[in-house]
């Protein structure tokens, strides 16, 4: 237990120049109060040419559509429309907000759950739309005639995909249209030839499994030669998103982390949490039940490096490595990427307001399932060690409890699963107080609420925070910004600003030039290689 | 040795010592278990057949089908006993990472359902995991499952206290050995085994490997999988150490090719464990043996678990050492192409090529699979997909020197390099359609589904 267990945040060349800006943060943070988000929208366009890299290294074509889900920020957007990128909508209002951020609707696709407004809105445009349902196309079809539109572009989005041999699970999904019942759609499709232009098929897994999606990659692929049989033309797969980020620096640490993780549910190590969770493991008579339920922080394959692995896989029935097969069939290959294309895109401030020691954690709370009488006799040596070490844990130098100006919602990494340490960033400049080393740390929010903690593990940090110094929560752009933050106890809303740095926008990062700011809202791609803002 | 049935050949299997001039140590004796050579092929075949047996009668008469979480060895076994008794079997798991393994048990007649895979967006308020699941479907009214339970079952362990462990005593003249080293899967053997040398001798010292947290080794679990295994007790082990699918793999090589044991990686695993964990001790006293009256000074011995067979490993050393599998480029393969050669490799554009089809009539040899090919082709055209064109070129040109020949795959790529490779084999007219069937279908040129 020496080292303490750290989760550092894989911080790439302008992230990691950002987090060192310390005079810069301050200012910002100071004017524009706590919490406050940053978006780095250069970073964007770098990891669109990676995933656009793996495209033509596997010879194909096809559009690559941000997830706008994944973050509201306009900067990221309008800096996205001056790509060749395009983007996946899934409601009216970021329909709007596309379309206004300057994306023609060629380079728009409409997904999800649609209500009338939306699938109006996009038919009137020529948005393309992703089609869940027959109900949903029925609704589409009827708009186009009653209106006199042009015929409006669908994929299909397609589910249940069946294996060969060996039979492969796959969650259920509450979208899209079953494999088994393409047949009737097609029909529909028929009936509604005049209304609407059939362009492709696709689907969307919520699963990290690759082999799950070669399964539904291939599915897609044979019902596009059902489609060519009944004279359609389609053109392309959509395989939707999914592709992941890495979050932590180190692999080592992660392990290092989860196994004492596991060790804390079987009770054979202090706890490592806020009033003991443990994150979905649990202790049934000295056995490990249950599944973490955590982001796999650590994704040594993730981004556009898993594009290139999928593709790279043998397509189950048919055999070919399923970019051959899209090539060969001449389809163009569409992908959704949310949070892989706004990796290292973006970062979350939060003040530190008050500092005070704490218990390690709670003990007299009551284990809900009674592990610690209820183990078997193998096992009590393991609960008696448990008990020594706590207390030897607790005569130790104590935990923090580091109240922060901004709640759990403002800071969407916890209710997303994703356990990575917030970078320090000291008010004071290095070198006055002398450093007293690591420390280990609750982070509550601002909230008048128990539960609300920023996440209930303690964190570990290289030095202890001063009321005054701002945590920054790194690489939150992928839903973890702005995705579930709201106004409770009228706590306000983070702002948001975009930053950059002098030099081509499409250069990458450089070390340590100086960095510029606006209001995420007055960000447009050009005028930001003005000056303005510096600090 | 002649038997009524072939579960009477599961168990009393070889302990075989290894040659000193292959492990290095010099005053400890290293004996191989050689479960591997138990009729189905590995030490599982115990534990499935101690565990299924008694229930197998009443399972035929009331139509149950056997059920178990195996990713491999279990499976194997437990399907054919199932299937010599009329039974079904079915095996669930997230953990089948061996293709080969997968295409047997489908051939032996199991059913495999695999889990899915962790969710991309999680939802922290969803409390359902895969096993959560599992469990339900065993007693959903209605389900008949006889459900073996390997990380759960005593009978599992009790399979090895019985068998495997008094076999090694035996074939000791009735000592224990002074470290026992095991792969630690289910937990079952190491347990078993364990409890009846330590019985006989409590100053037995017992190592456990695991799996490299960030690795996979075959059949066996990393230090946090194992926590997930009621069989497992941490107090077994006086040593819990991990390896790594590397030395997995060095481990195996050295078995197969240096002692004739043709076993797989977690042998592999095993041998490469016990002999890091035995080197450290070699000029040391054996554990809690400094002066023990009972036995000459200096010799010591050790025993680790082979636990199955090599050969469905192929596939796993491909992914992780291609080198073991390499072998030389053959004289005619696109391999052997210098950059330059494909460079200059004789095409012709969409344009052309129609005109040159209508005139001069060449062979047109679609290079894509027959899916695609089926799919949409140029009219005439013949399949023959690259990989199978690769193996008839190999063997000499496939074409009449007098036929012109059009070369063609969905972008220009592949043809360019079989067009080099056709004409440094000495055809006289082969091109390559440039741009392929993707510039051919843009060109607005005709492509037939017959």
């Not at chain 1, 996205?80 to 696709?109: C, I, K, N, Y």
């Not at chain 1, 500092?355 to 008696?384: F, K």
């Not at chain 1, 207390?391 to 759990?408: Q, S």
Request: charged share 25%.
């Amino acid at each position: 237990m020496d080292v303490p267990l750290y989760l550092e945040p894989r911080l790439e060349s302008r992230l990691a120049s950002l987090l060192r800006a310390r005079t810069f943060l301050h200012t910002l943070a100071g004017g524009l109060g706590s919490p406050l988000n940053v978006v780095l929208p250069d970073r964007m366009a770098e990891n669109l040419a990676a995933f656009r890299a793996v495209y033509r290294r596997h010879y194909l074509s096809g559009g690559i559509f941000f997830a706008h889900k994944a973050n509201r920020s306009s900067a990221l957007v309008r800096r996205l429309a001056a790509t060749e990128a395009a983007v996946d909508v899934a409601s009216l209002g970021e329909l709007q907000h596309a379309l206004g951020s300057g994306f023609v609707p060629d380079r728009v696709m409409a997904t999800g759950p649609k209500n009338p407004e939306f699938l109006w809105l996009a038919a009137r445009s020529g948005t393309t739309v992703n089609i869940d349902s027959p109900v949903e196309l029925d609704e589409l079809a009827a708009l186009v005639r009653d209106y006199g539109l042009p015929r409006t572009r669908i994929l299909l989005r397609l589910s249940g995909f069946c294996t060969p041999g060996v039979r492969l699970l796959t969650r259920q999904s509450r979208f899209g249209t079953a494999e088994a019942e393409l047949d009737g759609l097609l029909k529909s499709v028929e009936r509604h030839r005049d209304a609407v232009e059939l362009t492709g098929v696709g689907y969307h897994l919520d699963t990290t499994s690759p082999a799950e999606k070669a399964v539904a990659l291939e599915g897609c692929v044979k019902a596009l030669d059902t489609c060519r049989a009944r004279g359609f033309t389609p053109r392309a797969v959509d395989i939707g998103g999914g592709f992941g980020t890495d979050y932590l620096a180190d692999g080592a640490q992660w392990q290092r982390y989860t196994t004492e993780l596991t060790n804390a549910a079987l009770g054979t190590r202090p706890p490592m949490t806020w009033r003991r969770h443990t994150y979905g493991l649990r202790n049934e008579n000295g056995t490990l039940r249950g599944a973490l339920a955590l982001y796999p922080a650590h994704r040594p394959t993730a981004g556009a490096q898993y594009l290139d692995a999928l593709l790279s896989l043998p397509a189950p029935s048919l055999g070919r490595p399923l970019a051959t097969l899209l090539l060969e069939n001449l389809y163009e290959l569409h992908t959704e990427p949310g949070r892989a294309l706004v990796d290292q895109c973006g970062v979350t401030l939060a003040r530190v307001l008050e500092v005070r020691r704490t218990e390690a954690t709670d003990r007299t709370e009551p284990s809900d399932r009674g592990e610690s009488t209820d183990r078997r006799e193998s096992t009590d040596d393991r609960a008696d060690n448990a008990d020594r070490a706590e207390a030897a844990d607790r005569t130790g130098p104590g935990h923090l409890l580091v109240r922060l100006d901004a709640n759990a919602d403002d800071i969407g990494l916890e209710e997303h699963g994703v356990l990575v340490d917030p970078v320090l960033v000291p008010r004071a400049a290095p070198g006055g107080a002398p450093d007293a080393g690591p420390v280990t740390c609750y982070l509550a929010g601002n909230l008048c609420l128990e539960a609300d903690m920023i996440t209930r593990r303690a964190v570990h940090l290289p030095s202890a925070p001063h009321p005054g110094d701002l945590l920054a929560f790194a690489n939150t752009a992928g839903y973890c910004m702005d995705f579930s933050a709201d106004e409770a106890q009228q706590q306000p809303v983070a702002r948001k600003v975009a930053v950059w740095q002098d030099g081509p926008a499409d250069g990458t990062g450089r070390e340590d030039t100086s960095w510029h700011w606006c209001l995420d809202e007055q960000y447009w791609p050009h005028v930001n290689r003005r000056r303005k803002g510096s600090a | 040795m002649r038997f009524e049935r072939i579960t009477d050949a599961i168990g009393n299997t070889p302990l075989v010592r290894i040659d000193p001039s292959v492990h290095g140590l010099r005053t400890i004796d290293l004996y191989a278990k050689l479960e591997m050579l138990n009729p189905f092929g590995s030490v599982k075949d115990r534990a499935a057949w101690n565990m299924v047996r008694a229930g197998l009668p009443a399972a035929a008469a009331e139509d149950r089908t056997v059920i178990e979480l195996s990713s491999g060895n279990t499976a194997k076994a437990l399907v054919v006993l199932a299937g010599m008794h009329g039974v079904p079997f079915k095996t669930v798991t997230n953990r089948m990472r061996i293709p080969e393994i997968k295409d047997l048990l489908l051939l032996l007649g199991a059913e495999v359902e695999e889990l899915p895979g962790q969710t991309e967006c999680l939802d922290p308020t969803n409390t359902d995991d895969p096993l959560t699941h599992f469990h339900q479907t065993l007693t959903e009214p209605g389900s008949a499952y006889l459900y073996t339970d390997q990380y759960y079952n005593d009978r599992n362990t009790q399979a090895h206290v019985e068998g495997t462990g008094p076999e090694i005593l035996k074939d000791l003249d009735g000592r224990a050995p002074d470290w026992f080293i095991a792969c630690v899967g289910t937990a079952g053997s190491s347990t078993g085994v364990a409890r009846v040398l330590r019985e006989h001798d409590p100053r037995v010292e017992v190592v456990g490997l695991v799996s490299h947290k960030a690795d996979f080794v075959p059949g066996i679990r990393t230090i946090d999988e194992v926590q997930e295994v009621g069989l497992f007790d941490p107090g077994t082990y006086g040593t819990i150490a991990s390896v790594t699918a590397d030395e997995a793999i060095d481990g195996m090589l050295t078995l197969a090719r240096r002692c004739g044991i043709l076993a797989g990686p977690t042998s592999g695993a095993a041998y490469f464990g016990a002999v890091r964990h035995l080197r450290e001790l070699d000029d040391g006293p054996a554990p809690g043996r400094d002066s023990d009256p009972d036995r000459p000074a200096g010799r010591r011995t050790a025993v680790f678990i082979v636990c199955d067979r090599i050969e469905s490993y192929l596939g796993y050393v491909r992914q992780r050492r291609p080198e073991l599998l390499g072998r030389p480029p053959q004289p005619n393969s696109v391999a052997t192409l210098s950059d330059a050669e494909v460079r200059g490799a004789p095409d012709i554009d969409v344009e052309e090529a129609r005109r040159w089809i209508e005139h001069d009539r060449p062979l047109v040899v679609d290079l894509r699979s027959p899916f695609a090919y089926t799919a949409l082709h140029i009219a005439g055209s013949v399949n023959i997909v690259d990989e199978l064109f690769g193996e008839l070129v190999r063997g000499g040109l496939p074409f009449s020197k007098s036929r012109p020949v059009l070369l063609a795959c969905p972008v220009g790529e592949q043809s360019a390099k079989y067009a080099a490779l056709l004409a440094r084999m000495g055809h006289p007219d082969v091109r390559s359609l440039r741009g392929g069937i993707i510039a051919w279908r843009d060109a607005g040129a005709p492509l037939i589904r017959e």
